[in-house]
């Protein structure tokens, strides 16, 4: 019979340590190590067991078919796996607390039961419970077989049956557990257990298997860190709570592209998706506010129009305060540092406010140039162009650097009734569709400054402001 052990894991980061300690010192997290109970590895690693089989090597010429796909009929959903969900493929679908997750997949795994056979597995909720959602989606009459259980040994001898699915859901993997370890379900050892027997059955049987995680405060997937790395495709579903705006978004994806982002909306139907989220994104703008600026961005392969907002205000308790939504906080402070260092404004003695409209999440450097456009509209109190977008990247020397596919981001523009835009004067000259915009070749911020500003120089638009909110 086997020995146990006892061992201490730290249930952030799934590091081991050899006795408990208050705060781990792997990852730095507080009160996250806990004592686990684990049959003890056979001494002498493979040297004493059987011997090993060779492996037979193939070359890297030959034919590989593309792995076929059951597309599931929700096109952003589709977007953003890459076509479909693949046949033994392992997707990992996490988000915050009530954004979606259950709702999406019910209604993804009843678009598939039309052509496949779909199991939804909860361990979170009784099967009633689960109809009482599909009722209210209008979906009681799709073809989706329903179970209740939280053992991973029940849904694995599901899977290898005569009448496995072809597809099934499992919600979530935090309250699936192995018997055979005595930790208890969410732990790292369970996590990492339950994932890796469901995906190999999974690969074996070719199931495609659905995988919803829970996430932490900090936004990341609860459990250890390796479980992103057995899965084939990870999918973060994200949204405030505020909006009825639903960001799906690929940040690893084995058999499609990254990046790639699908919108939904949230209706007392359930969630519907948006073909045009540019213009769902402004379709509150007003034309006559300072500080808001129009991004082109882009979101994988999928150019997107946003509104970016800036407020700029006296302190209210003597110290300046800088607070940003949607975006990253270290870049604007590299922005606001660049437009003081380089152009002469005063931002140092002023509240800082910036907003992405509508919940997205921008991480590409091409906002650099439209969050200057939001920040210089709100300190001078002059709006930018309502007819104009932005996009650039901003070095430390004030110069505005080319983005890439900078084609598509006027095209979107062009096509929404926007009429010019300030890009980078280094961009690569388009195509002849671009003639629909005028573009504004912007060399560094001083020229922006001055475009924005209507020629005066940045030190006296910062005066005249200080002066007025004094």
Not at 76 to 91: K, M, T
Not at 215 to 231: F, N, Q, S, W
Request: proline fraction near 4%.
């Amino acid at each position: 019979m086997a020995r146990r052990d006892n061992r201490f894991v730290c249930q952030a980061c799934g590091a081991v340590h050899s006795k408990w300690a208050g705060r781990c010192e792997a990852c730095g997290a507080w009160n996250s190590v806990t004592e686990e109970t684990v049959e003890a590895d056979r001494p002498g690693g493979v040297g004493g067991g059987r011997a090993g089989r060779a492996i037979a090597f193939e070359s890297l010429e030959g034919a590989s078919e593309t792995p076929p796909r059951a597309v599931t009929g929700i096109a952003e959903f589709d977007r953003v796996l890459g076509g479909g969900l693949v046949a033994g493929s392992a997707v990992l679908v996490g988000g915050d607390p009530g954004i979606g997750k259950s709702t999406l997949l019910l209604q993804a795994a009843a678009a598939l039961g039309r052509t496949r056979r779909v199991a939804y597995v909860s361990g979170e909720e009784a099967i009633d419970q689960v109809r009482l959602r599909a009722a209210r989606l209008g979906l009681t009459k799709a073809r989706v077989a329903l179970a209740s259980t939280t053992s991973v040994r029940d849904v694995l001898a599901s899977l290898e049956s005569k009448d496995a699915p072809d597809v099934i859901v499992i919600d979530s993997i935090q309250t699936m557990f192995v018997d055979t370890l005595d930790s208890a379900p969410g732990t790292v050892s369970q996590v990492r257990a339950s994932a890796s027997e469901l995906i190999r059955i999974g690969k074996k049987r070719g199931v495609a298997i659905l995988l919803v995680g829970h996430v932490t405060k900090e936004g990341t997937i609860a459990g250890p860190r390796v479980l992103e790395h057995m899965v084939d495709t990870v999918l973060y579903f994200e949204g405030e709570r505020g909006h009825q705006f639903r960001i799906m978004r690929a940040v690893k994806n084995r058999f499609g592209p990254t990046d790639e982002i699908g919108v939904f909306e949230m209706t007392d139907r359930g969630l519907v998706e948006v073909p045009n989220p540019s213009q769902l994104f402004l379709a509150d703008r007003r034309d006559d506010v300072s500080g808001a600026a129009v991004f082109a961005g882009m979101e994988g392969t999928r150019p997107v129009l946003v509104e970016i907002q800036a407020l700029v205000g006296p302190p209210v308790q003597g110290t300046a305060r800088r607070a940003v939504i949607g975006w990253d906080g270290s870049r604007l402070a590299m922005v606001l540092a660049v437009l003081e260092t380089r152009c002469g404004l005063v931002f140092a003695s002023h509240d800082v406010y910036l907003n992405v409209a509508g919940g997205l999440r921008i991480a590409e450097p091409a906002a650099d140039l439209a969050v200057a456009a939001a920040l210089v509209s709100a300190l001078s109190g002059r709006p930018v162009p309502p007819d104009a977008v932005v996009f650039g990247e901003i070095g430390l020397a004030g110069e505005v650097r080319a983005v890439s596919q900078g084609d598509a981001r006027l095209k979107e523009a062009a096509k929404l009734g926007f009429a010019r835009a300030f890009v980078p004067s280094g961009r690569r000259r388009g195509k002849p569709g671009d003639g629909a915009i005028t573009v504004v070749a912007i060399d560094d911020l001083g020229s922006l400054v001055a475009q924005l500003a209507g020629g005066r120089s940045g030190a006296r638009a910062s005066r005249e402001k200080s002066e007025t909110a004094s």
